[in-house]
């Protein structure tokens, strides 16, 4: 949005009956075609055309494998409002925003806090009811964003059922380490081990929540995870240790990507709000330039061969995500309104409305969809579809609306059927030939900037899997490197690339990525495993429409011999 002024769809005295009137439906922007078509007909029943292809070949029943068709729900795990003590927006205005871009699920994530705690989690609870009553095609979820003991932030949502509220209010409680004053992550101070392992702690009582049936899913996913370098290597290893099917991955992509456009957030802003310099809670083993954002991404995830692809080659799966984080929307003239006499956030758990104003207010942020989209493959239209979708890592996630869409399948030339797809794993024999296919749809429509993005390049990425890593402050992967990149300018429509691989002697993954090829460079790394990867921007010069990436989630080859 460029327009000084926040639109008809966000502003809450403006009713769902007039937003009908003027073409402006919640849900009546988003997609309606494709393999969902049928099931939002029958009012979401399950979707008979996503059944599971034929089995493989007889020869190969040990061997290969076969994924459902998919189809894709776009979404956002990191949406503020008045509940979260920092941000601005009316729990509707947000919900509303969402509908207009085109997400099917999204996640409130409100900060910790005694407030919240005690009270603006219930009445958000029951506007998310509400809600859902109202719009039972847009699927919304309860969330939290836990300060981790010792370390930086991560989403926590759950599955709606009666237990969902409670059960992130007692996480929230006992586990918050802002609340608790868990906070020093230093290395070598007294409180730092105690408090690491209070976030482990936390997370395997998330699981064991599921695993009792208290609540039907739970999922966490770190946040901004190289934003303050505090986030180190092994922090992040004994959360997904503690429970990986719970502590499923992080962002990929940090929100507040329109920190930095030109002329609005000043001269030292970076895309996402990685301005910061290494303190003395941050790891020190990562490099100063971990702290910046390359094409809008984290470090971690943007280096080729980096923290990402370290975990990786240890032939685990950490999903990738990206999302708004939106607090404060760039442009619009909204501010916070004025507190009652006594009260305040913490007395309860909820800021006064936003009220419109003739002037800009500051902000960093985009509308959720509105320019950050993590894409899940589902089999089914539903709130724990979603979070299987995620948990299986069948997700890709593209900035600035880069894509339509985005299948990936990867499958041994002898065998028939679809293959494996984001997320999976493929077993082969050594030696054995194989075929990755890539199946784009390219962007048909204008973004909320007005551009019609065009891809210019899809990279094919693989590394060497060979277990788990003594030392877990490693954060290189020496072994992965971009090994294919196709120059696809100008094509237009569905296409597919077939990209033949070679399995060797040992494992590997293969991850895809992919960009408008407006900026680029060498890899953080060398040019011999990154020839033109994303770079970093010049402090307050960081449009972000001008920049745009897609990331997939990798699929892993097991290789058994021959």
Known sequence: MTEQQLPTWADPSVSAAELDAQGVSRRGLLRRAGLFGAAFA???????????????????????????????????????????HDAKYTFSQQAQAAAKYGLDWMVFNEHSNFGHAYYGAKMEHAEILKARAENPRQLIFQGLEWYIPAAEHCTVFAAPGPNETDLLTRFELAYDGKLLGYTEGSAGAADTARNEAHAVKGIQWLAEQRRTGYVDDVLVLANHPL??????????????????????????????????????????????EYQNKPSAQSWAG?????????????????????LWDAMLSEGRLFTITTNSDNHRTVFDTWKNGDWAAGQNFDN???????????????????????????????????????????RAGRVWLDHGHLLDGLDVRLKRDCDHGDGVTLGGRLRVRKGERIT????????????????????????VIRGAVRGPLADRDTWQAPDTKVVRTTDVSGRKGTYTLRV???????????????????????????????????????????????????????????????
Do not use: C, K
């Open 42 to 84: 029958l009012g979401g029943a399950a979707v008979p055309a996503l059944a599971a292809p034929a089995a493989a070949s007889a020869g190969g029943r040990d061997l290969g494998g076969e994924d459902p068709r998919l189809a894709y729900l776009v979404g956002d795990h990191h949406v503020h409002s008045v509940y979260s």
């Open 227 to 272: 934003r303050l370098g505090i986030d180190s290597p092994h922090e992040i290893r004994n959360w997904r240790d503690a429970a990986a099917e719970i502590m499923i991955g992080m962002e990929g992509a940090p929100g507040a990507q329109g920190a930095a456009i030109p002329g609005w957030g000043g001269t030292t802003a970076i895309r996402g």
């Open 286 to 306: 990562y490099p100063v330039d971990a702290y910046l954002t390359y094409g809008g991404f984290d470090w971690a995830t943007a280096t080729v061969g980096g």
């Open 348 to 390: 309860t758990g909820r800021l006064p409305d936003p009220v419109n104003t003739d002037t800009t207010q500051p902000g960093s942020d985009f509308w959720p969809g509105e320019f950050s989209r993590t894409h899940v493959g589902v089999t089914r239209y539903g709130y724990r579809a979603v979070m299987a979708g995620l």
């Open 436 to 459: 990755l296919y890539v199946t784009v749809t390219t962007a048909s429509r204008a973004n909320a900037q007005g551009i019609l993005p065009q891809l210019a390049h899809v990279d």
């Open 500 to 562: 033949p691989i070679t399995a060797g002697d040992e494992s590997f993954y293969v991850r895809l990525r992919g960009s408008d090829g407006n900026r680029g460079g060498t890899g953080y790394l060398g040019a011999s495993i990154d020839p033109h990867g994303p770079i970093p921007h010049e402090p307050g010069n960081g449009d972000p429409w001008a920049d745009t990436w897609f990331y997939s989630n990798p699929i892993f080859v097991d290789v058994v011999g021959s």
